[in-house]
């Protein structure tokens, strides 16, 4: 750790690439797998998780991209299985002309209010805030809000002033944990009840092996402190407990162990939802299929995260299909097309209208929808919103698995067409609860396919 704190920010990042740690046999799930994001912060809210991450699709894809991302993207989930993308939800310098990185967010809702806390690059935190959990998020202050200024952030060994952590107690008070390489570089600083303005000064406690990644989080009146250990210590999540939220931590031992198809920086979140408790981290398995350098090209994945009777946490087994499904798809109601638990050569892109839509779909493009709940009756007919199907291409719905059985299926009525139209289709009656698949067959390889979102009639 000595060692490491004497070398520069940027040669510690440009190291920890190339570190070569153990490989794992298990592969491990990822959620929103058509983009790349990285550093997970989440934000429990109306019955929805939200998942805010650093973008790593702006970083280039050669391996000596370096960490660029200079926006956060959101993603969220009712059921843990199906993500709905709601896109970029900031982004330096167009919602905050000071920054020109936002790095590994932390996301808290306090009084109606959405607070976003990002790090510009090592060099300071920002605050950005928003009506809703999806943006547009903004930044009041037109300044940092944590610097080498504040007080009680200095003297500190080569410290990445980065990776916030906001955390409301129970009490009503507000902390934000922050701070990364050396085991004397963490601090915790009050919030006012603005959450834009600090109280007194930054305080510390010694976290063996810290690097970086700050989470707090309570439960059962103990205070959980996790982060990620340096790379002496494989880059693990590790945890300490206390009774308070600022003083009295004990190491405890490791949550997470340096995942598979990662070998490199490792960053988590937790949250409890619908009464189980998830540790969302990324990893870097989606470039390696892929095969583009991945350091700099990072996915989400989760798994759930359990507890020993006294408290303390049981260690991840990181397993090839994260977590179970809690709750169903309603069919039989307007569903969005970026909101899926799979896919296949898409990307999606903001509407019009605000929304967003999933794009540039062509032959055997495809998005599976997890647990959607037909009941007893079933449907009668399928439409959705979709532009760009030409004659010779259809949208086929099919249930079970990609050549399973054809429940519907929309073709061109050749007045291919920009513009999204709804178009509808009788359906084969089905029934209970179904995985589907939304599958682009055949057709002019030069015109791309969009859908905006798709419903069944009930019968
Ligand atoms: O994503 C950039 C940096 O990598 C984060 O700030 C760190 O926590 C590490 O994940």
């Not at 905050?96 to 920054?99: I, R």
């Given at each position: 750790m000595k060692k490491l704190s004497k070398i520069p920010f940027k040669l510690i990042i440009l190291f920890s690439s190339f570190l070569i740690l153990s490989q794992h046999v298990q592969a491990d799930d990822h959620i929103a797998a058509h983009r790349h994001l990285a550093d997970p912060a989440t934000l429990v809210y109306n019955g929805r998780v939200y998942i805010y991450a650093s973008?790593?699709?702006?970083?280039?894809?050669?391996?000596?991209?370096?960490?660029?991302?200079k926006s956060i993207v959101c993603i969220s989930s009712s059921d843990m299985k199906n993500w709905t993308d709601h896109g970029v939800v900031f982004e330096a310098p167009r919602d905050?002309?000071?920054?020109n990185r936002t790095w590994a967010p932390s996301v808290i809702a306090r009084n109606g209010k959405i607070y976003l806390y990002f790090g510009n690059g090592g060099s300071g935190i920002g605050v950005a805030t928003s009506s809703s959990p999806i943006g547009p998020f903004k930044d009041?202050?037109?300044?940092?809000?944590?610097?080498?200024?504040?007080?009680?952030?200095?003297?500190?060994?080569?410290?990445?002033l980065f990776d916030p952590m906001a955390f409301l107690d129970d009490d009503g008070q507000a902390y934000l944990y922050f701070g990364g390489?050396?085991?004397?570089?963490m601090r915790v600083i009050k919030l006012n009840e603005d959450m834009i303005s600090v109280n007194g000064q930054a305080s510390s406690f010694h976290v063996p092996a810290f690097f970086e990644a700050s989470w707090m989080h309570k439960r059962n009146g103990n205070y959980y402190f996790s982060y990620s250990s340096n790379p002496k210590a494989e880059m693990r999540i590790d945890y300490m407990m206390s009774k308070s939220p600022t003083t009295g931590f004990v190491y405890k031992g490791?949550?997470?162990?340096?995942?598979?198809?990662?070998?490199n920086n490792n960053h988590h979140g937790i949250f409890e939802f619908k009464g189980k408790w998830y540790h969302a981290y990324h990893n870097r398995l989606v470039a390696i299929k892929k095969g583009i350098p991945p350091v700099y090209k990072r996915n989400l994945a989760i798994e759930e995260l359990t507890y020993k009777p006294d408290g303390s946490i049981v260690q991840i087994s990181y397993t090839a299909n994260g977590v179970t499904q809690v709750g169903s798809v309603n069919p039989y109601q307007r569903n969005e097309a970026?909101?899926?638990?799979d896919q296949n050569g898409i990307i999606t892109k903001n509407t019009a209208d605000g929304g967003m839509e999933i794009s540039g779909?062509?032959?055997?493009n495809w998005i599976k929808i997890q647990g959607v709940d037909f009941g007893?009756?079933?449907?009668?007919d399928f439409s959705a919103k979709v532009s760009?199907?030409?004659?010779?291409?259809s949208l086929e719905v099919r249930v079970g698995?990609?050549?399973?059985?054809?429940i519907a299926k929309l073709v061109s009525t050749?007045?291919?067409?920009a513009d999204l139209q709804i178009r509808a289709a009788k359906a084969e009656p089905i029934q209970g609860k179904q995985d589907f698949y939304l599958l682009i067959s055949g057709g002019d390889p030069s015109t791309a396919i969009d859908i905006d979102w798709w419903r069944f009639q009930q019968r």
């Open positions: 973008n790593d699709d702006d970083n280039t894809d050669d391996k000596d991209s370096g960490y660029k991302m905050v002309s000071w920054a009041p202050l037109g300044k940092k809000l944590i610097d080498n200024e504040t007080p009680g952030v200095q003297p500190a060994k080569n410290m990445w390489n050396g085991e004397d570089n490791v949550i997470g162990a340096q995942p598979p198809n990662n070998n970026e909101s899926m638990q779909m062509k032959n055997n007893k009756k079933g449907p009668k760009g199907l030409s004659p010779g291409t698995s990609l050549d399973g059985k054809q050749g007045d291919k067409t």
